[in-house]
């Protein structure tokens, strides 16, 4: 890997940043400043070990590419170029990924596999070419063929294979597992449609299907040796064998394959190039020909949909039975393949003699309870079909798994139907079944001196069930996923500080009692190679020249440095001129989807996440109004005083949350009164930013000077655009929840936007909402709202009675209570921002506070205190590139 270190001044095809529009009138003391470091481009040509430059082959390999794979000529659009440039990549990615699996093979090290029903990986070239240290070759052949490497890789499409952070997070992981030459791989669907496509139809949003697949896939080598079957339905019986021993069989009414799908997945500065295996259902049978002669066409195409549903859709809607139990078949689905896999691999190695040692060669962790089935799914493959006794099965299965909690949200903890389950898996119900009895019975031995009385014993065991009643239909059974999964698991862990005590001491208190070393947090991070050295490389290149060296891109703990030049004038300025670079960029993008121009110089404020009450967007909404209707009273004299902002919200509401919905259409409305207002526009300005995305993430945190992170105290349990704002620099306006604590922890109190009511606080608030006085303000924007001052009053009227109408219950998010506080944050943030050499001094806090963030961090925290899994690096190729 020669060519692996990180080299300045890449890409960028020579053009010096823009200088920014300055107004002279809003943010005095503030000078542009041209990024130097980007200005001297082209120093790149790549020269191999031999000293010889290799990029007139990298040339001709991408017309090679497009020539034989697409049978063009010529490479005469970015498309053209992405996908020659693609291709080409992505053999050397293969030699990578072939080399450390023959490596990892010779070596049988104890891995790490990833179960996620999502992984968000966003855009692969930019990151694969950099990550395998290959920037310089392609980068100069691109610009011989008239190509920039920019827009290139804009031409890819962003697998979307998840809803938004937990998705990221896998994906996060695989890069930093990768990384630190941890044995690991991703398992997960590979979706045929991925998160849909958001547009705005006169302000409302529009799903659209993200047919993400059409033009080939460069990214990910189809497994024609490698199909696993996976059963739903059907009934199980009993046999005896001729040692007497009775087993169940299973004989599914339905099978599908799965078919794998490896992604390789490089590490930086690293010849260790891992994998995310991706499942996609095939039918049984391609065709039902007789169906077809018999001229039921319909039925001869029908195995082939009702196989291919499975891996159609992320998360179908699940408001109805049927969308739910595609859900449960999806997870089944891919969690079946993955354990046959494993352990087919496993018998590969040892034999089907010493599945004892199993867990010592794999560890899984389960991202959320989605691939939960994993414990009742071991139980069988290692009870039913290899033969084990239950009790040594059941051991070998807690050892195995892990289980991350990644929500408090009730509504998000999955419980199936007991019915629904024992139709679609009536093994697995049954497995449950006796999962549960021997846990209750456990439970009572273990309670009785606790609990002498058989009364409250009973219902502590009740409430500590796998199985329990539906609270809501006394008539239905529920199977509660989370429950399983504490059971069945070695490890369970929170996301960040104070939602890992969340867990331990709400959600799952009964269990943390009488287990208690079993808890424990695993603080969030982020991949700084994506978040920060690649989607800002100007900013990246700063900090090299700062600190001398790039070594900071594998050890964030070093940006630690940056604090002693955080009030350097000369430093600051030149932090400043990069972030107006960025801000230059997002304007042109606002710019291509409103065609309307902003001015640069304005403080850029930015809310990007998925849409949903408990993260307040619409608390936002209600602030910007209120700083309106403030310009509004002023003078133009007085107007001269304000600090100007450029509001930027951006998220995706699912498609059957209809409140989420609601908001989004808020946004878009009361953007058009803002934006068109000739008294303010000047001094404010709020646009929805439609399909957000990891490739518009990547565009908007270099940009941002303020990011809002400003969930109800305890709802979010880390968050990860905290940190990636964080890591570029950017102010946080926030409540006390999630990583916000820890991000402010590390940068300095004094430095974030705090405000809001503590967690601890919350129940207690809730109770009270009835007697709650309600700030003048806010009484006043509502009655703007509900007078049609955005139009659409219908539309609006249940948003405005959500947080208002004070039965209990309403305004559970407390929007209401964090409203003042809020405002006086927001004008914080206008003081701070009218001292430029103060609000550089935070900016630079910020990043210089942002190592314990890096996904890094976190993936060896896991490796040490969960999975006990070491690093195999395998020897680096001799000669050649790599
Ligand atoms: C990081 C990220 C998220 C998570 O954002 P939060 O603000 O932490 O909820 C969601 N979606 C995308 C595309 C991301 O990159």
Redesign the pocket.
Known sequence: MAQRQLQLNRVAGGAPVATSRRSTRLVPGRTALRVSAVAEADKTAAINKSGTSSVPATTKDIENKLRYLFGRNEVSTPNDAYQGTAWSVRERLIDAFNKTHEHWKKEDPKFIYYLSAEF?MGRSLTNTVFNLGLQGDYATALKELGQKMEQVAEAERDAALGN??LG?LAACFLDSMATLDLPGWGYGIRYKYGMFKQALKDGYQQELPDIWLTSGNPWEVRRDDVRHMVGFGGRVERRREAGGREVAVWTPAEQVIAQAYDNPIPGYSTPTTSNLRLWDALPLSEFDLAAFNAGDYDRAMLARERAEAISAVLYPNDSTPEGKELRLKQQYFFVCASLQDVLSRFKATHGSARWDLLPSKAVFQLNDTHPTIAVAELMRLLVDVEGLEWDEAWGITTKCLNYTNHTVMPEALEKWPVKVMAKMLPRHMEIIEVINEGWTQWLSAHLASELPAPEERAKRIAAMSIIHENPWNKEEMLVNMAYLAVVGSSAVNGVAAIHSNIVKDEIFNDFYKIFPSKFQNKTNGVTPRRWLAWCNPELADLITQQLGSDAWINDTEQLTALRTHASDPAFQQRWAAVKSAKKERLAGLIKRVWGEEVNTAALFDIQI??IHEYKRQYLNVLSIIWRYKQLKRMSPQQRLQAVPRVCVIGGKAASAYDMAKRIIRLVTAVGSVINADPDTRDYLRLYFLPD???SL?ETIIPAAELSQ?ISTAGTEAS????M?FALNGCLIIGTWDGANIEIAEETGVENVFVFGVRAEDINGLRKERKNFKTDPRWDEIMRDIEGGMFGDKEYFKPLVDSVNNMKVGNDWFLLANDFAAYLDAQQQVDECYRDQAEWLRRSIMYTAGSGKFSSDRTIRQYAEDIWHVGPCRPPPAAGGQQ
């Open positions: 968000l938004g952070g990221r996440k998925r957000y995305n990891v993430a992170h968050g990860t655009s905290n990636k």
